[in-house]
């Protein structure tokens, strides 16, 4: 392995175990208010990316408010969906977009 694919890697790794950490405190914010406006999918399975419990599937199309939720593998820049309601995000669910983001430029998934 590349000492660079190797840096990425543990950088990765760093990434994962904090969203995993954040998504404990996540799980509480959403059992009180419902689940977030960030998603990631996962084998055509829907994900809150607050809390990571699957809340979809794309295979069954069991996903209604897909035009209202920002994916955190969206790469459109601008993007008409996505970054209205990035504005109206809180603190905590913007933080948690922004770790998956930076995990999927790596080349990585959760
Ligand atoms: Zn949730
Ligand atoms: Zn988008």
């Known amino acids: 392995m590349m000492k660079k694919e190797q840096d990425e890697l543990?950088?990765?790794?760093?990434?994962?175990?904090?969203i995993k950490e954040l998504e404990i405190k996540g799980k509480k914010l959403c059992k009180?208010?419902?689940?977030?406006?960030?998603?990631y999918s996962f084998w055509g399975y829907i994900h809150c990316a607050r809390c990571g419990e699957q809340i979809g599937d794309k295979l069954g199309s069991i996903f209604p408010?897909?035009?209202?939720?920002i994916g955190v593998e969206c790469n459109d820049s601008?993007?008409?969906?996505?970054?209205?309601?990035?504005?109206?995000?809180?603190?905590?669910?913007?933080?948690?977009?922004e770790l998956h983001k930076s995990l999927n430029k790596l080349g990585y998934a959760i």
Not at 88 to 95: A, I, Q, T
């Open 65 to 69: 408010e897909a035009d209202k939720m």
């Open 78 to 97: 601008p993007c008409e969906i996505c970054d209205p309601l990035i504005k109206k995000l809180n603190p905590f669910d913007k933080k948690m977009l």
């Open 10 to 18: 543990i950088q990765a790794e760093k990434i994962r175990a904090e």
């Open 32 to 39: 009180k208010n419902g689940h977030s406006k960030i998603f």
